[in-house]
């Protein structure tokens, strides 16, 4: 089975400081692991994703995030955040374990809030 | 090249009645996946289909709720007999062939409430 667990429902920082996201997985083959962002009303948005690749992978909007296989983590950051960052991430992960497209889990989200 | 086109984006029934959400795919995309996010929750996987087939539904409920992907035109995600409880925001997402890494590009939403 696969889960992943977001450890923050709710994150504030104040604009211009770092952001950290946290997340941890649970799956029983090789992951990928992908960290999404939806703003107010609005669908779903790709940042970033890991699919055994380079461990520290890059997104947009200057978004990172290393996988830690050690630690069961996968955990987003930005050195500095922007007031249009704030938005709701979900942290996500699949596994290919039947050879074709499989469907997604998702964590319960964090609610990214930036203080002016 | 359009976006994951989902509709209508907002969606009122009374209980009992039926709602049908559409989406259409990403150009060159065969593979569909439904989601529903709940009030202050992520989004939970329901369907996955491919053209003509259904691949996995193993987080449809089982009632009341279907889902095809024909041949010519969008899928269809089909509740019947709606209930309060059915209010969500509903997620498709689209997909090309490929393995489990590939992205999936999700459209704006259909938004249900049910009075």
């Known amino acids: 089975a696969q889960s992943v667990t977001q450890l923050d429902s709710h994150v504030s920082v104040s604009e211009g400081t770092p952001v950290l996201l946290r997340c941890n997985y649970s799956s029983s083959y090789s992951p990928s692991l992908f960290w999404y962002v939806q703003h107010p009303n609005k669908g779903l948005q790709l940042l970033l994703k890991?699919?055994?690749?380079?461990?520290l992978v890059k997104g947009i909007n200057g978004f990172e995030a290393e996988f830690k296989k050690s630690e069961t983590s996968f955990h987003l950051t930005k050195p500095s955040a922007h007031m249009s960052d704030a938005a709701e991430y979900f942290c996500v992960v699949t596994y290919d374990y039947n050879f074709g497209n499989e469907k997604l889990t998702f964590g319960t989200g964090t609610r990214l809030t930036i203080i002016p | 090249n359009a976006g994951v086109m989902q509709n209508p984006r907002h969606l009122v029934r009374r209980r009992g009645q039926e709602a049908r959400l559409r989406c259409s795919p990403m150009k060159g995309h065969s593979h569909v996946y439904w989601y529903r996010q709940l009030p202050e929750e992520g989004l939970k996987f329901m369907v996955y289909?491919?053209?003509?087939?259904?691949?996995?539904e193993s987080g449809m409920p089982k009632e009341r709720f279907s889902a095809e992907f024909p041949k010519e035109g969008p899928s269809i995600l089909r509740i019947q007999q709606v209930v309060r409880g059915d209010s969500a925001a509903y997620f498709c997402a689209s997909s090309p062939l490929g393995l489990a890494d590939n992205e999936q590009f999700f459209g704006p939403g259909t938004r249900l409430t049910v009075l």
């Open positions: 890991y699919t055994s690749a380079a461990t």
């Open positions: 289909l491919q053209k003509e087939n259904i691949i996995d």
